[in-house]
C-alpha cells in the first residue's frame, strides 16, 4: 500500500472525520441523499439480481447498506484505506445484519481480488482526493480490470476547470451553501482550505478522455449540483 495515500486518506477521514461525517455530509455535498439514491436506482436496474459490486472508498458506508438494503441478492466488496470510516461502516452493516453478503477490505483498489469480476462498481466522492498525474487513470483502470464487459459504474467527483473564473465562482455558492446548510458553520472557511489543496478536479473532457482511455463507453451524466458531477459509465 502507498504510505503517502494512505497518510492523505488518514489525514482527512482519521477518526475524528468518521465521527462527524454522516452529520455533516449532507451540508456538505447538494442532493447528497438524491444522488445516492439515484446510483442505486441505476445500478439496481441494470445488473443482474445475484450481481456482485465493488465499492471503492466506501466511507462510512452510506451506498453499502443502501445497495444491500435494496437487493437481497447482491454481494458486496467495499474497500477503503481509512479504518476509521470503514469501522463506522462495519457498525451499521453488522447492526442490519448484513454481515454474510459483504466484504470489507481496509486498503485500496489494486488489493481486490480481480477474479471473479464484478458486475459494477462505484466510485462516489473518492477520485478528485487523487491527483491527475497518471494516478487517475491508475485508478480507473484497476476499477475497470475488476469488471465484466457491461458492467457499470458510477463515478461522481467535484470536476470542472480549476484555472477558470467559473470554477472558482461556483466554489464560493458552494461555501455559502456550506454556510448555511452545516451545523458548525464556523469550520467551513477552514474547510474549503483542505478543498483548494487536496482537491484535484478536471474538466468534464478530462473525465471522458480518462474514462476512455480506461475501457469505459456510453457514459451519461445522470447528477449534477454546482461543483458536483455523477456519470454512469459502461465497461466495453
Ligand atoms: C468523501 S468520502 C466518500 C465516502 C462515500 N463514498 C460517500 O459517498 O459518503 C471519501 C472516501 O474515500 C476514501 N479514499 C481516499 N482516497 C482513496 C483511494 N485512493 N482509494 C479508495 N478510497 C479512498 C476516504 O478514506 C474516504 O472514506
Redesign the pocket.
Known amino acids: 500500500m502507498d504510505e503517502e ?1 494512505l497518510d ?3 489525514k ?2 482519521g477518526n475524528e472525520e ?1 465521527v462527524v ?1 454522516d452529520d455533516l ?1 449532507r451540508g456538505k ?1 447538494p442532493g ?1 441523499d438524491a444522488m ?1 439514491d439515484m446510483a442505486r436506482l441505476i445500478l439496481k436496474n441494470s445488473v443482474p439480481e445475484e450481481a456482485k459490486v465493488l ?9 453499502t447498506v443502501a445497495l444491500l438494503e435494496s437487493s437481497p441478492a447482491w454481494r458486496i466488496t467495499a ?4 479504518e476509521a ?2 469501522a463506522t461502516a462495519a457498525e451499521k452493516i453488522s447492526r442490519k445484519g448484513f454481515g454474510a453478503r459483504i466484504h470489507l477490505h481496509t486498503g ?2 489494486a488489493d481486490v481480488d480481480s477474479d471473479p469480476l464484478f458486475d459494477a462498481a ?6 478528485h ?2 491527483p491527475d498525474n497518471g ?1 487517475k487513470e491508475a ?1 480507473l483502470k484497476e476499477i475497470s480490470k475488476r469488471l465484466k464487459k457491461g458492467g457499470k459504474m458510477i463515478l ?1 467527483d467535484v470536476g470542472g476547470d480549476n484555472e477558470s473564473d467559473r470554477y472558482h465562482k461556483v466554489i464560493e455558492v458552494w461555501k455559502n451553501f456550506q454556510k448555511e446548510k452545516r451545523s458548525d458553520p464556523e469550520n467551513v472557511d477552514k474547510d474549503f482550505e483542505h478543498i483548494v489543496n487536496d482537491v484535484y478536479p478536471v474538466t468534464e473532457e478530462r473525465t471522458m478522455e480518462l474514462l476512455g482511455r480506461c475501457g469505459f463507453g456510453e457514459v451519461e451524466r445522470f447528477y449534477e449540483a454546482l461543483v458536483f458531477k455523477g456519470y454512469v459509465a459502461t465497461k466495453l
Open positions: 495515500k492523505t486518506a488518514k482527512h477521514f468518521a461525517y455530509i455535498i447528497y445516492h465499492i471503492v472508498g466506501a466511507g462510512t458506508g452510506t451506498e474497500v477503503d484505506p481509512s470510516m470503514l485500496y483498489v462505484t466510485s462516489i466522492l473518492v477520485m482526493f487523487i494516478e485508478y461522481v
